[in-house]
């Protein structure tokens, strides 16, 4: 197969794979089956592309493979019933359910695979999986789990909704606020691994986010009396405003202190501190995504680094902690503290991390102790942790970053 049909096959399936799904899940009722059916028809595309040549619209040939793989299923179980005909017609005729309060196929699967019948660990899993396309290694890597607790955490999931016969419709609006945390989460998991890959040779991927931000504004809308829907728009819109400047022409990564702020999108971060004053218009304080809005903002509208109120970004960070502790917002805290106080109180922060086995496996402590270490001074250490932070980095970009920080050393 050639490296251009490959990428190609590879492009169409990142853009396309998770809104297959989606179809294929509204018509069957099956998560699993959909996901299965989606992946065969992956598998004929890399048999038959090569020879044939990649269709002029590859989506649609993928989604009609699918549906034809599902039938086949369905023959094979004798279910010949009314959703074997119904899936029969042309997807591309299908319409929204009607009356459905949520006529988006992607936000519903999101509300599904959020079912309260699922643990939140499975819920996520599955999320990300099948909405966000993306790898059982990818998501291992972002949760901080092994690879084979991921995997059974979705097959479990998807053995789950079909015991419990889980049916693919919009659950009553009555119900969505008991899965509003698991939908919230999910989708800012999305547009974290757009906004930095977890892995692969792209340090954006920017449909991912694109789509995760989309999503967000749709629900948003329909339910705008829940400030953390409208926190989570603003974040991800003035994250968004900085994707023009967080990249090179040839896609290495632009560092925050080195981009050029005027390739900011303007315009987002309008739309973001929009969002974050009906958040906060609400009157019942900030959540952990109002919090991680305004530090956002904090960064948005700052001139330069230098110029950041850092001071306020730690008692932001210091919030968000109480809210929602975890190591990675401790970590952020120390990077914070770091310039606004300095790094020798900012390293008493990570060892104590360190010390504690906090985020075991990941890149993210080595490569902030590294920083702290070279502003120290203290730079055969730094070397070292900037060194061993490149070797447990799996996107490929990030780690020749700290590649070429620990040579400049």
């Known amino acids: 197969m050639s490296d251009h049909i490959r990428r190609t096959v590879d492009a169409v399936w990142r853009i396309e794979s998770a809104r297959i799904v989606a179809t294929l899940a509204k018509v069957t009722g099956d998560v699993g089956l959909a996901e299965d059916v989606t992946q065969e ?39 010949l019933d009314e959703r074997y005909r119904a899936l029969a017609q042309d997807f591309t005729e299908a319409e929204p359910y009607a009356g459905e309060p949520i ?15 699922l643990s939140r660990e499975s819920q996520v899993a599955l999320t990300l999986r099948v909405v966000g396309g993306l790898s059982t290694q990818e998501i291992a890597r972002m949760l901080l789990v092994p690879v084979p607790t991921v995997q059974a955490r979705i097959t479990r999931a998807k053995k789950t909704l079909a015991a419990a016969r ?16 698991g939908v919230l989460g999910t989708l ?8 930095a890959a977890t892995s692969g040779d792209r340090w ?17 809308g329909l339910v705008p009396r829940e400030p953390e829907a409208h926190a989570l728009v603003a974040l991800m819109e003035l994250q968004s405003s900085r994707f023009a400047a967080r990249t090179a022409p040839d896609g290495a990564p632009v560092l925050l202190a080195d981009q050029d702020r005027t390739r900011w999108d303007r315009a987002q971060i309008v739309r973001g501190k929009a969002a974050l ?30 110029a950041t109120d850092w001071d306020r970004i730690v008692v932001l960070y210091e919030a968000l902690g109480r809210l929602s502790p975890s190591p990675v917002v401790d970590l952020n805290r120390a990077v914070a503290v770091s310039m606004a106080t300095g790094p020798a109180t900012a390293l008493r922060i990570v060892d104590r991390l360190q010390s504690e086995g906090a985020l075991q496996g990941s890149h993210l402590l080595p490569s902030v102790r590294g920083e702290l270490l070279s502003r120290l001074g203290r730079l055969d250490e730094a070397r070292s942790e900037l060194l061993t932070a490149a070797a447990l980095a799996a996107n490929e970009r990030e780690a020749q970053v700290l590649r070429d920080k620990a040579a400049a050393l």
């Open 41 to 79: 028809a992956l598998l004929e595309a890399l048999q038959r592309w090569p020879a044939a040549g990649v269709p002029r619209n590859p989506g649609a040939w993928l989604t009609a493979v699918a549906k034809r793989r599902a039938i086949d299923a369905w023959r094979r179980r004798g279910a």
């Open 103 to 117: 006529d988006d196929d992607m936000l519903r699967l999101v509300f599904i695979a959020c079912h309260p019948v």
């Open 204 to 220: 954006i991927r920017e449909e991912l986010a694109g789509e995760a931000l989309r999503l967000a504004r749709v629900l948003a």
């Open 188 to 195: 800012y998991l999305v547009f974290t691994e757009g906004y």
């Open 166 to 181: 889980v049916p693919f419709e919009t659950p009553e609006p009555t119900e969505w606020r008991q899965r509003l945390g």
């Open 277 to 306: 004053a009906r958040a906060d218009a609400a009157g019942h304080g900030r959540g952990p995504y109002a919090l991680q809005a305004a530090i956002a903002l904090c960064h948005a509208v700052a001139p330069s680094v230098a």
